[in-house]
């Protein structure tokens, strides 16, 4: 097992790969890129989730190919927004569309930005989520405060103890992924 390429997929609490969770999720997959995984990206502006229980839900194309795509992966590299102390209703819409049977077992490497101090209420908060769905989150996270002035005009990140810490979430959660497989 030590080989196998580990399929990682990107979820991102804020719409569109440009948002500061969209560009963080991103640079986080580059990353996972670099070390030999497999990289996807599900972007909720092109392909959007509906909130679960709404009308037609259930039947949903969309809905459908997330399960699909989540079921064939080994890891997942997520990015929320805090909204009032806790992930975005995009985050946790995305999550409740997750069931153990699509994840359990797997490695969840974990993020969020915020506009105000840094903090780690969101991350706990998805820890404790996690649980419901056998997911194993590693304990490297990143939580970046002030995220307006966190990243460059390239949409790179300007800190280099934030970069560090970037790769440090994204390197284990490939390994441990391996040590799962
Ligand atoms: C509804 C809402 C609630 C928010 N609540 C918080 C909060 O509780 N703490 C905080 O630091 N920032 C909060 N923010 C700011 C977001 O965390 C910030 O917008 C987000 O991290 C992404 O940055 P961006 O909007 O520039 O893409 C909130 C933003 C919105 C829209």
New binding site residues.
């Given amino acids: 097992m030590a080989n196998k390429v580990i399929k990682v997929l990107g979820l991102s609490g804020?719409y569109r790969p440009t948002?500061?969770?969209g560009m963080l999720v991103n640079l986080a997959l580059d990353i996972a890129k670099e070390n030999g995984a497999e990289i996807h990206f599900w972007d909720l502006d092109v392909k959007p989730l509906p909130i679960v229980g709404e009308e037609g839900c259930w039947d949903n194309a969309n809905v459908k190919e997330f399960q699909e795509l989540a079921t064939e992966m080994d890891a997942f590299l997520v990015a929320s927004?805090?909204?009032?102390?806790t992930m975005s209703g995009a985050m946790k819409n995305t999550f409740d569309w997750l069931y153990a049977k699509h994840v359990s077992g797997k490695v969840f490497g974990l993020m969020?930005?915020?506009?105000?101090?840094t903090n780690s209420n969101t991350l706990n908060h998805m820890r404790i989520m996690l649980r419901w769905i056998h997911g194993w989150p590693v304990p490297e996270q990143l939580a970046i405060?002030n995220?307006?002035e966190a990243f460059d005009e390239e949409g790179q990140l300007l800190d280099p103890k934030i970069v560090e810490r970037l790769h440090s979430v994204v390197l284990s959660t490939l390994e441990n992924s391996k040590k799962l497989s």
Avoid: D, F, W
């Fill in positions: 804020e948002s500061k969770c927004p805090e909204y009032h102390g969020s930005t915020l506009g105000g101090v405060g995220v307006k």
